[in-house]
Every structure is written in structure tokens, then in C-alpha cells.
């Protein structure tokens, strides 16, 4: 299994899934046409699927053309979202199959960004499109914060810390600033600070990371952290601070940040 990233728009991810083995492709979140169209012919493959995380139009931009130069393609999402990606056809829901080729893939559930979201996983490769983002995570659309708490942490207690997550944007850089705000004392964000930096000013995207480096830095999975819940406490004094209510300060806190 071959990974291409695509940055498609101003900030957004569109990933090329290729089983080299049968020659054919999938591609998650096809946020404009062109970097798709360009990535299929130049890797001479054959796009057989869509696999779309959720219904927003940052990530299914490129649906429409995709589907004039491809007329078959398999379009998979969270069976809510039926009417609202183009073209839908093939209706996930939690713990669904996906394949291309010979690869087999796996629809997980995580509702909070929007009702629909789902992350697709191939072996350890983790698409979280805008659920879990580097050091963040996505805003609460149509979901609660319990929702997107529990969908985070069921990621975490459920999959290998070396799973790679390959995000929907690239908000890295300024979501580290944020869990500085919140967490100053956390050296692992510092390191990963600047890491981002230099990749950043290399041109380089920060996708894909590891689950272990977002346990490590990522605030919105470190609810129960002694800092985050005092800086918490600060913000919102009076508040209740367990994880969930630590969870839903920052992310009020991140929406304005
Ligand atoms: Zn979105």
C-alpha cells in the first residue's frame, strides 16, 4: 500500500490510497479535482473510490469533476450524509468494510465535527479528516463535546500509538501555539514546536503524525494533565474540571484562540 499526500486548496489534505498489487486507488477527501486527476495519471493507477470522512465542501470540492472523468467510482461515507455528498453510493456505519484492490480498511465512527464523520483505518494508517488534527482537533459543528471526547479518546485506547494519522488540514503550526497557551510546561510540544517550524519553513506538510505524538502534545487529548486543567480552571473558574468539562473549555477556548 502506497500513501501520495495531496495539498489541494489553501490548507486542505486530499490523500491517494494505492494498491500496488492490483494497480488501483482510492482517494480520501477529494478537496479539489486537479491534484486528484494529476496524482491518478501520473501514478497510472485506476480511482475506483472515494472514501470521504464527512460532508463538508472543503473536502468534497473535487467530487463533481472526479465524477464526470470516473463515472463508476465507489463513493463511501457515513450513511447521514447520503444527502449531502454528490453522488453518494456506498453507506458506511461503524466498523464498515472498505476495499481497494487488496487492501482492506475499516470505517470508524467518531461524530462531534459534524453527525456523520467517520476515520477510515488501513492496518495502522489512521484518515481523521477534521476530527483529529496535529496537536488539535476539529470544531464541534454538529456533534457534543462529549461526543468528540469519547470519539477521541476510543482512537487512543483503541488503536497502537505508532498509527500514523493522516489529517485534514494543515493547522499544525497554529495548534501548537494553542497548547502552548494551555500547557507551557509541556517539553514534548516544545520539541514539536520545533520540528513544525522547520518543516514548515522547508515547505514540508506535518501530516502524517503518530497517535503517540498527539497523546504526547495534543491538549484536546490531555484533558486530565495537571496544567491544562489549571489554566482551565483560571479561564473558567467555578467550573467542574473533570476530563469532559476540561475537553469542552478548551475547545470554547480554542474557537476564539
Ligand atoms: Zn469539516
Known sequence: MKIITLPCSFDNYSYLIICEETGTAAVVDPAEYYPVSCAVASAGVQLR???????????????????EEFPDLDIYGHQVDRRRIPGFNSPLTDGGT????????????????????????????????????????????????????EALNSLVRNLPPATK????????????????????????????RELVEEQRARGQATTPSTLAAEV??????????????????????????????????????????
Open 49 to 67: 473510490a472515494v472514501y470521504c470522512t464527512h460532508h463538508h465542501a472543503d473536502h468534497i470540492g473535487g467530487l463533481d469533476d472526479l465524477r
Open 98 to 149: 472498505v476495499r481497494i484492490g487488496r487492501i482492506t480498511g475499516q470505517a470508524i465512527h467518531t461524530p462531534g465535527h459534524t453527525s456523520g464523520s467517520i476515520c477510515y483505518l488501513f492496518g495502522t494508517d489512521l484518515f481523521t479528516g477534521d476530527t483529529l488534527f496535529g496537536a488539535g482537533c476539529g470544531r464541534l459543528f454538529e456533534g457534543t463535546p462529549q461526543q468528540m471526547h
Open 165 to 192: 494519522v493522516y489529517f485534514g488540514h494543515e493547522y499544525t503550526a497554529h495548534n501548537l501555539k494553542f497548547a502552548r497557551f494551555v500547557e507551557p510546561g509541556n517539553k514534548a510540544g516544545e520539541a514539536r
Open 216 to 257: 504526547a502534545t495534543n491538549p484536546f487529548l490531555r484533558c486530565g494533565e495537571e496544567e491544562i486543567i489549571r489554566t482551565v480552571a483560571e479561564k473558567f473558574f467555578g467550573e467542574d474540571l473533570d476530563p469532559l468539562s476540561v475537553f469542552a473549555a478548551l475547545r470554547r477556548l480554542k474557537d476564539v484562540f
